[in-house]
């Protein structure tokens, strides 16, 4: 496996890397421990080749790993966005904005901009890297800009960042 997934730069708020830090103790303590032992339960049934509970444990002992490896590289990785900005007033990661859909005339929404590994729409945080989060990107209040997503190209209206 190359390495160059390892080296890139996960931005993280402080919360989203402390709820990463708690993920992987929770991995590496509780769900360790559980699968390890369903393992052990399943070879008490004996022959291996036809057992589906040894099958479904194994599976789930390679995807509990496997996160713990991915939760290693993005703790290690991690990159923590400031809070205090040196461009105040701009769309940055890590700040909260307040954007209108002009094109379809919607209520305004408030979105937190993070890195995409924080990112989760049902609590109004967005990925840097989305369409909407990147156009938003070093942009400051009034400004409208144009972004396209799969729906087609919308125009956005900053009303507000902190």
Known sequence: MADNNNSKVV?????GLDKLKTELKEFQGVRRKEVAERLKEAIAYGDLSENSEYEEAKNEQAFVEGRIVELEQMIANAKIISDAKSTQGTVQIGTTVTVQNVTENDEPETYTIV????????EHKISNESPIGSALLGKEKNEVVKVKVPAGIFEYKILKVK
């Open 11 to 15: 931005l993280i708020t402080k919360e």
């Open 115 to 122: 890195g995409s590994t924080e990112a989760d729409p049902l």
